[in-house]
Nanobody, 122 residues
């Protein structure tokens, strides 16, 4: 299984970015997909997740600003990030595992992407 992320970059505070993560090697439609982020000298933290039943869950810090969605036909999950803040600066990781439940802990995920840098300037 391979996960490939794209869409990171540098944006000013208040701006938007859309991250994409494409999975190959498994039946995407039965996988729970998650987004996590890790800032320098901080632990990896949960951002958002989408189960294969299209149920979603968000960290309080991004609720109302970020939206996770998935296109099962394209084996791709997206993270639309609006109203970005400097504290959103981090490497963002896509993760996957089988299952329909909501998973918010990094150790619950089996597969990980390489990460994509998001930098929000003030």
């Amino acid at each position: 299984v391979q996960l490939v992320e794209s869409g990171g970059g540098l944006v000013q505070a208040g701006g938007s970015l859309r991250l994409s993560c494409t999975i190959s090697g498994r039946t995407f439609s039965t996988y729970a997909m998650g987004w996590f982020r890790q800032a320098p000298e901080k632990e990896r933290e949960f951002v958002a997740t989408s189960g294969w039943t299209f149920n979603t869950y968000y960290a309080d810090s991004v609720k109302g600003r970020f939206t996770i969605s998935r296109d099962n036909a394209k084996n791709t999950v997206f993270l639309q990030m609006n109203s970005l803040k400097p504290e959103d600066t981090a490497v963002y990781y896509c993760a996957a595992r089988e299952g329909a439940a909501i998973f918010t802990i990094p150790s619950q995920y089996e597969y990980w992407g390489q990460g994509t840098q998001v930098t929000v300037s003030s």
